[in-house]
């Protein structure tokens, strides 16, 4: 036609020759393969003994069945909020927004463990409190605590084989007392921890609760010092041991009854504590504990002031990763760490794609 012109080849590609198409070809091939190889171990299928995020939420799925929607651990659970006022005494140990002078909102949750969301409170019920910090600038801090004075075990292995020896016989509805002996015989770290857990009593409720934090993390601050740092939430409220009335209530729910009427008549705070490891504190042991004589930083205040079921948008659909970290908090050497948050993943990723239940615990029918 007229005005058209030949199309110029100067700046085509050259074709790809038969050995070039193969050789891009083998190279996408390798990445899928790795790809899908990657997805296959995470799932052990490798080595059906390895000891993977997949085949850990096996575990609990084993022991404590599969609720649709509930998270594998710690399944039975109450939204909370509120925000943390800092005093700006942390800020020498990190350069953590959340340590400067100032307000941050919260979003919490407390906890029983466990992955059965129905379970009924109890008196040695261990309870946990995950907190979600949202600074201004949008950094975010995650701790999942809980109000045991050491972890029961120090690696991932002995979580897991905690799990499976705790399963409960069919027939008595308890843990064989065979298969935990032989458990703490093969972890005596273990049964060193039990000891310390033991010694120290359970509270009434989760409002006059410590809550430790239990594993070692390094605080940097804003001249690049590293200090190794654990820490705590301890209540304002004073402690009282449960009384054999409280355990006696028919009320399935009766702690976090108690902790919803208990925020209805005001707001319940904590302070959070901050503990600094000396040379020589264990930072890769959560079963050993740091002498009492190490120092104290008062950092400031949690108040909690709103309670809720967990629905769309709130608690629920936090994952209460203890490496989601600002600036300023670096994960120690403590195997559990990762251990824990390749496992939290694996939950959230499985109850993300499921029906949701409604929640066991339902804030709106308790008198006020």
């Not at 997949?54 to 594998?72: C, D, L, M, P």
């Not at 910090?133 to 004075?149: L, Q, S, Y």
């Not at 705590?232 to 009335?245: G, H, L, Y």
């Not at 209805?264 to 504990?289: C, E, F, K, M, N």
Request: glycine share 8%.
């Amino acid at each position: 036609m007229p005005g058209d012109a030949t199309p110029s080849t100067e700046n085509q590609p050259a074709p790809l020759s038969v050995s070039n198409t193969l050789a891009r070809l083998a190279g996408i091939g390798v990445v899928i393969l790795c790809v899908v190889a990657g997805f296959l171990y995470l799932g052990g299928w490798f080595n059906p003994h390895e000891l993977t995020p997949a085949r850990f939420v096996n575990g609990f799925e084993e022991v404590f069945g599969i609720h649709s929607g509930f998270r594998r651990n710690h399944a039975k659970g109450m939204c909370v909020t509120g925000y943390f006022d800092s005093n700006g005494q942390g800020a020498r140990l990190s350069k953590a927004v959340v340590f400067q002078t100032g307000r941050v909102p919260v979003i919490g949750r407390f906890s029983l463990p466990g992955g059965n969301p129905f379970v009924s409170d109890s008196p040695a019920s261990v309870r946990g409190m995950g907190l979600d910090f949202t600074a201004g600038n949008g950094e975010e801090w995650r701790t999942a605590m809980v109000d045991i004075p050491v972890f029961a075990v120090s690696t991932a292995q002995g979580f897991y084989d905690q799990l499976l020896a705790s399963k409960p016989d069919p027939a008595t509805g308890k843990p064989d007392p065979e298969r935990l002996k032989a458990f703490f015989a093969a972890h005596p770290e273990s049964a060193r921890a039990l000891t310390i857990i033991k010694a120290k009593p359970f509270s009434s409720g989760f409002d006059n609760s410590t809550f430790n934090g239990l594993n070692a993390f390094r605080f940097i601050n804003a001249a690049d010092v590293s200090t190794p740092v654990r820490w705590s939430m301890v209540p304002t409220d004073a402690f009282k041991p449960e009384d054999t009335a409280q355990s006696a209530n028919p009320d399935k729910n009766y702690l976090f009854d108690d902790f919803i009427a208990r925020v209805h008549s005001g707001p319940v705070q904590w302070r959070l504590i901050l503990t600094v490891g000396q040379p020589g504190d264990p930072s890769d042991d959560a079963t050993i504990p740091w002498p009492e004589d190490r120092e104290h930083v008062d950092a400031g205040t949690l108040t909690l002031d709103q309670v809720e079921a967990e629905a769309p948008g709130n608690c629920r659909d936090i994952n209460y990763d203890p490496l989601v970290l600002p600036v300023g908090i670096a994960p120690s050497d403590d195997p559990l760490l990762s251990a824990r948050s390749a496992v939290y993943s694996q939950s959230f990723t499985r109850r993300a794609g499921e029906t949701k239940e409604p929640s066991a615990i339902t804030p709106s029918e308790v008198q006020k």
